[in-house]
């Protein structure tokens, strides 16, 4: 075999393994599934990690719910009641003035209005809202929750 053949062949070869490589790899990635159900059992944590149904390394799963379980029994481990998390999630809000077109929009995407993407995983949540504001001589009913991820605010003096 001449040499220029064996080199076309060689990055032929390494071009598909590379693709396969890349493909295998993709399928892997993890939804936002994370395998641990919530219930605080090391048992069904632990037959989670073992079964590979985690985003993280096997080890590093088994630290994650041999820790859990030493802080449970130390009483360190508990669940926030619903309203904490409600009461942190609208704190985030107050970075922007108050009656601001940013903390509308900011409220309704920590009610859930509007598009969300991506997990933990991927880097992070993105939550989106898009905002129609209206003339001053323009009337609007504003709906508490729309189909579409819009979000009407009336401007000073239409409401």
Known sequence: MSAPLRLGAGVALFGATAVLAMASASAQVATGFTGADGSGSFASERASC?????????ATCLEEARNAQADKRRGQLQ??????????????????????????????????EGEASGNVASGGV????????????GRARIEPR???PVLLVPTK???
Request: proline fraction near 3%; aromatic fraction near 6%.
């Open 50 to 58: 073992m079964a590979g149904r985690t985003q993280q390394a096997q």
């Open 79 to 112: 669940d926030q009641p619903l309203d904490t998390y409600a009461a942190n999630r609208f704190k985030r809000c107050e970075a922007f003035g108050a009656g601001t077109e940013d903390r509308a929009a900011c409220v309704a995407r920590m009610q859930g």
């Open 126 to 137: 993105v939550r989106e809202v898009e905002t129609i504001v209206l003339p001053a001589s």
């Open 146 to 148: 729309t189909a579409d």
């Open 157 to 159: 003096g239409s409401y």
